[in-house]
């Protein structure tokens, strides 16, 4: 027989359902947990965030920044026979086999997996816990289309002569967001997908290092000339909440072609002391109270069905119907080799 090992709030979810549980007697909640997360996560945490987990636990959350994601399986990997956290959260679908095939984690099942969808559990090992999950797509400027000219409804209309000039994207070597699309693209075209790289380059395509760079320098719904971007289906409903003026309609908008869907994990590393602790935590960030909070705090979407998408997220922005997922494995052994062969097209 299977058995699922269950953290404290997992325990207390099934004693609440009334399910027999197994007992703790004798295990003791640690003082603290520490949790290796990225910079953008860190960011978002208040004193509010884990307040929830330290009243009903008393187990406090210490944050532990780590760069940004690749930094930070970078230090995960690097300390892993003595590891610097219990947890680490916000590695990805791009990274997971590289984290996997390093053992980093212990398997922990939750007990609320069944309100996650199935293709965002990636691991059937359960060494990791989908928490939420966000949809890279290209983002048009609204003001910039019309009288006769649509935004492309395609990959392939990007190179159409009529977008000359048009779409600035991340490089894929120092970007999240820029991997994600050129993962789309490869989904997309299969071994085609560098002659689509080179028919961009012919269209003037242009390159920015950063998300920040290309959607608040070069985009043109903000300081530059480019009306494409390479960004997030949630980014018109953050136009739309951080708008100095209120708004009636996002500026932005979403093209739902070639989206590429990113997954972000929790674990429990290995090696830590406090294990049925960390497995409580992972709960706790997978139940719908945490669930709630992660579209207005990161804008991305929850991983947990239950969870309760707020106005603006249902109201200004389009969820991709099938965006494009690259298996973990594949991606892994190829993504050096895409990114280089990459570079020699666009980047010469």
């Known amino acids: 027989m299977r058995v699922r090992r269950m953290g404290m709030i997992g325990l207390a979810l099934l004693a609440a359902c009334g399910a027999v549980v197994p007992s703790t007697t004798g295990d003791s909640a640690p003082e603290k947990l520490t949790l290796l997360a990225h910079d953008s996560f860190v960011g978002g945490v208040t004193e509010q965030t884990f307040a929830a987990f330290t009243a009903e636990t008393g187990t406090r959350v210490e944050l532990l920044q780590g760069g940004d994601a690749g930094t930070m399986l970078a230090q995960a990997i690097i300390t892993k026979n003595d590891p610097i956290a219990d947890i680490l959260f916000g590695v990805d679908d791009t990274f997971l086999s590289k984290a996997l095939q390093e053992s980093l984690f212990v398997p922990y099942e939750s007990p609320l997996l069944g309100d996650v969808p199935g293709e965002l559990q990636l691991d059937s090992g359960h060494r990791v816990t989908p928490i939420d999950y966000g949809d890279v797509c290209l983002n048009y400027d609204k003001a910039a289309f019309g009288d006769g000219l649509a935004p492309p409804a395609s990959l392939d209309e990007l190179t159409d002569p ?4 048009m779409l600035v994207v991340e490089n894929p070597a120092t970007s999240s967001p820029g991997l994600a699309f050129l993962l789309a693209t490869i989904a997309e075209y299969g071994d085609q997908w560098p002659d689509f790289w080179h028919s961009l380059v012919d269209n003037d395509v ?71 602790a960390a497995g409580g935590l992972i709960d706790f960030m997978l139940q719908k109270g945490f669930q709630d909070t992660i579209p207005l705090t990161w804008f991305v979407y929850p991983a947990n069905r239950q969870a309760e998408l707020p106005e603006q997220f249902v109201q200004y922005t389009d969820v991709p119907d099938d965006p494009a997922q690259v298996a973990p494995e594949e991606i892994e052994v190829n993504r050096q080799s895409w990114i280089e062969q990459w570079q020699q097209i666009v980047l010469p």
């Open 162 to 165: 009529a977008y000359r000039s």
């Open 206 to 276: 242009e390159v920015s290092p950063s998300w920040d760079d290309a959607y608040y320098s070069r985009f043109s719904a903000h300081d530059g000339d480019r009306p494409l971007v390479v960004s997030y289906a949630s980014s018109p409903p953050a136009e739309v909440i951080y708008a100095t003026q209120p708004m009636s309609d996002a500026p932005t908008g979403v093209i739902t072609a070639g989206c590429y869907r990113q997954v972000e994990f929790a674990g429990i590393l290995a090696g830590t002391s406090s294990e049925p």
